[in-house]
């Protein structure tokens, strides 16, 4: 019947929905969207949709491209830069800005907690937002008035006139939604927004969830615990690889479904073959290490015991905010931790980064912008950085010596770069990841730590990655590394850690499990400290 | 054939040649030497007595005063910090040392050293309440340069120090080559020695990562501390070197030495392309700015202009010259 027509799966228009079905018509749904970042396929073809009073989990591991599709249903990605349609109320609508999303009843709560500490609750609230009736001028005491209303409605205990200053990370998160909800949204968007909460201020936030819910509001819900999905979503969707997984529907609900479209049967990629036998002797010994958790993450890590012999591979697994970079922090001095550090039976006393290099641990970090590349120097001085004194005479540096370790340094990693003296800004995100490696690996540690060595990577350097890690690995280098993409850590290592809540829950070796196990054993942890947090508050 | 060889090897030599224009531009110093020469020219063509043995060496006197400052505040400034207290460290160290030599009748060396050390003690001050208390800079220094500035007046009394030892006075008026004293000599030793030690030292190499990202540097093992620290200690005993330069110069150790010159060394070391934000810039730079500065103050007043206008030249140069710096990296370096 529609044969050339649009494909029959989209919503159509609402006329259409009250004759085809017994599901109400979808209040906002985004139709065979696709989106490419310069060559990378973010999203291939993703239909969604969401109802008015319904809660639609939207699951998947990191990269999945979970985010990219709320960063366009939110006009984070202007319409234009992607194929496929979004639609409000059966319309086509073309966001140019997420200002331009909330002026359509499109909320958005994101992840990082963004609030103006100076300000007070109520003025959060209601920062940027006019329409109070008052020009120009903000009149206090309506402020707090409204606030405490809103408040109330969705049933959060906080002063509007407290500071938000003085509020924890969970209240500040509830401040975040209600200045959403101050705009009555038709649709909201909330993106992990349990990340910071403990056990009974996410009951707190469901509750406000469920009152939202009978208001009529369309909810679009991302988490990566399984816990709170089959406590508060109806519906869920599963992305993988920029496509729709699978859709499930509440009654099919249990954790081994989410398990298993989660993990999957991804494309084949290729991993080289770690041969060589892993060393007898213990390259990396950590024993009760506790590592404070910085400003921001809740959590730290406590009570680390684990070991990395030379050669082999060891995969920390979890999720963001679990504790695992925390984990690497800790060893290599960048933050506060107490507990025993052995390297190679050696006990090593790290205060500092300065102390771990001079024990031969070196750290590459996840965000190479923030803390990975100087973009004052060129590329060679980049790479020689921290690695100046065997190059230098007296304090005085060898230009020559300098010059040639850096080609050689360039060539052994096949940095792509048009001279030693370009700028590093110019580079692809995978000759700047190469370039970092060259960096450390320029004082052939015996301890090597990465974190996220793949991100933001194009296929091909990520494939080089994986080939010189085996490489160092068969050379005899302790490595232990931190991804977020299950799948690499499976192929690449020889044993995984699982660390949830920061701690080490589970330890297999490579053979023992897959991606699976890892699932499970994360979601075994967060329902036992999810149930210990309801329980144990009174 | 033939004629597409002679084609193409014209083209390919324009092409070398851009190439090195823009690798010219892109060194930061080559474009304030431009327009400095631009500006040398366009005076003298005004009113030839701009070139005069006089007014030449009265630029570079005072150059050499602010000078001195402006080489320490631009390592400084490359390790990501700066410091307005720099005029009233050097009035005050000149005082200390002026009544170090005459009210408390100390042999001379030990009043030079005492100024020194009152401009480290002060640099040190600063660096440790800027990093370990997390200060920032500009409070902290600014906080500093109106502590000087009291504790001149504290130290004095509000007159000058007057008279200095003879050996002082000696230096003021010694001369050396082209009238120029020590102050000069020391000066253009300091600069090239510190601009050696920024492009060809592990230390300098260090300050740019200082300041270029302190938290990379930290992990890379610098420690990022001892160096801003180091920085500050250096400035404040530059500072002081100054002041009792000028203070020779003067014969007397006046209460106003120094003052207002933090912002005429910021502005003068930023016209030469030393970032405010940290981690670029050179030494040679920083100084052809502060040479460039002082060169359009008195070109204003050789031909005859109103003094008020020459502040607002000093003004509109250093947002002119920034905003120059900008569009040379965002096209010439960026294109290259």
Not at chain 1, 166 to 173: M, N
Request: with cysteine; proline share 3%; glycine share 12%.
């Amino acid at each position: 019947m529609a044969l050339p027509g649009p494909p029959a799966s989209g919503p159509g228009s609402l006329r259409g929905n009250i004759l085809s079905s017994t599901t109400p018509a979808p209040l906002f749904s985004a139709n065979a969207i696709a989106k490419n970042f310069g060559g990378v396929q973010a999203l291939r073809g993703v239909d969604f949709d969401v109802s008015a009073g319904e809660i639609h989990a939207l699951l998947g591991q990191n990269g999945a491209g979970k985010s990219t599709l709320v960063k366009i249903l939110n006009g984070v990605h202007p319409a234009g830069s992607y194929t496929g349609a979004v639609q409000l109320d059966g319309r086509t609508v073309s966001f140019a800005s997420p200002a331009d999303a909330r002026a359509n009843g499109v909320g958005y709560v994101p992840q990082e907690i963004e609030v103006l500490e100076q300000l007070s609750v109520a003025e959060n609230v209601f920062a940027g937002r006019t329409g109070l009736g008052d020009g120009m001028l903000v009149h206090q005491r309506k402020l707090e008035r409204r606030a405490g209303e809103i408040f109330s409605d969705l049933g959060i205990n906080i002063n509007p006139r407290a500071y938000v200053a003085s509020l924890t990370s969970a209240q500040r998160h509830l401040v975040m939604i209600a200045r959403a909800i101050v705009l009555k949204p038709r649709v909201l968007m909330l993106d992990e927004p349990t990340a910071s909460l403990s056990g009974t201020e996410v009951e707190a936030l469901f509750g406000v969830l469920r009152r939202l819910k009978l208001q009529g509001v369309a909810m679009v819900y991302i988490t990566h615990r399984l816990p709170e999905v089959l406590a508060i979503c109806d519906r869920a969707t599963v992305l993988r690889d920029g496509k729709v997984a699978v859709r499930i529907a509440r009654e099919d609900f249990t954790p081994e479904t989410f398990i298993f479209s989660m993990s999957g049967q991804r494309m084949e990629r290729l991993f080289p073959e770690h041969a060589a036998p892993i060393g007898t002797h213990k390259a990396l010994e950590v024993r009760g290490l506790t590592v404070a958790g910085h400003s921001g993450a809740v959590h730290g890590a406590k009570d680390i015991n684990l070991t990395v012999a030379a050669g082999e591979i060891v995969g920390l697994a979890g999720l963001l905010g679990s504790g695992r970079s925390e984990i690497l922090h800790g060893i290599y001095g960048r933050a506060r931790a107490n507990g025993e550090i052995r390297v190679a039976d050696r006990m090593v006393h790290i205060k500092s980064p300065g102390d771990a290099r001079a024990a031969g641990i070196a750290l590459l970090t996840e965000d190479r912008k923030r803390d990975g590349l100087l973009f004052n120097l060129p590329v060679g001085a980049n790479i020689t950085i921290g690695n100046l004194s065997p190059l230098a005479r007296h304090g005085l540096l060898r230009g020559g010596l300098e010059r040639s370790s850096i080609v050689a340094a360039m060539r052994a990693l096949n940095v792509k770069a048009s001279s030693p003296k370009a700028a590093v800004t110019h580079l692809s995100g995978g000759n700047q990841q190469k370039l970092l490696f060259a960096r450390v690996l320029m004082r052939a540690p015996k301890v090597l730590l990465l974190d996220e060595p793949t991100k933001g990577v194009d296929a091909a350097t990520r494939h080089e990655i994986y080939r010189l890690i085996v490489e160092l690995a068969e050379k005899g280098v302790a490595l232990l590394i931190v991804a977020s993409e299950l799948e690499e850590l499976i192929g690449l290592c020889d044993r995984y850690l699982v660390v949830a809540d920061g701690r080490i829950v589970d330890e297999f070796a490579r053979g023992e499990g897959g991606e699976d196990r890892v699932l499970r054993s994360i979601t075994a942890a967060q329902a036992q400290s999810h149930a210990r947090a309801t329980q144990g508050d009174p | 054939m033939n004629s597409a060889a002679e084609l193409s090897s014209p083209t390919r030599d324009t092409q070398t040649l851009r190439r090195r224009l823009i690798g010219l531009i892109a060194v930061g110093e080559v474009g304030v030497l431009a327009a400095m020469a631009l500006l040398v020219g366009f005076f003298w063509l005004m009113e030839p007595a701009f070139l005069s043995e006089r007014n030449v060496r009265a630029i570079l006197n005072v150059v050499s005063f602010v000078g001195i400052i402006a080489i320490g505040q631009t390592i400084l400034l490359v390790a990501g910090e700066f410091d307005l207290s720099v005029g009233s460290v050097a009035g005050l160290s000149a005082v200390v040392a002026a009544k170090l030599m005459t009210a408390a009748a100390l042999p001379v060396t030990v009043g030079i050293l005492g100024g020194i050390g009152v401009g480290a003690l002060i640099g040190l001050l600063n660096g440790l309440i800027v990093v370990r208390l997390g200060i920032p800079a500009f409070i902290q220094t600014l906080g500093m340069l109106f502590i000087g500035q009291g504790l001149i007046q504290v130290v004095t009394g509000g007159y000058p120090v007057y008279p200095l030892p003879d050996a002082i006075n000696d230096i003021g008026a010694t001369d050396l080559a082209f009238g120029l004293g020590w102050s000069f000599a020391f000066f253009i030793a300091a600069a090239i020695l510190a601009d050696f030690v920024l492009r060809r030292t592990v230390l300098g190499r260090n300050m740019y990562a200082t300041g270029g990202n302190q938290e990379v540097a930290h992990l890379v093992g610098i420690n990022t501390n001892a160096y801003k620290i180091g920085a500050f200690i250096l400035v404040g005993a530059l500072s002081a070197v100054a002041g009792m330069f000028v203070m020779a110069d003067l014969g007397s150790g006046g209460t106003s030495i120094g003052s207002g010159w933090e912002l005429t060394v910021i502005a003068g070391v930023v016209v030469g392309g030393v970032s405010l934000f940290g981690g670029a810039g050179t030494v040679a730079g920083g100084v052809v700015g502060i040479l460039m500065l002082k060169v359009v103050q008195s070109g204003l007043v050789v031909i005859g202009v109103n003094s008020n206008w020459q502040q607002i030249a000093v003004g509109v140069i250093m947002v002119m010259a920034v905003g120059l710096d900008i569009v040379r990296r965002r096209y010439f370096i960026a294109g290259a």
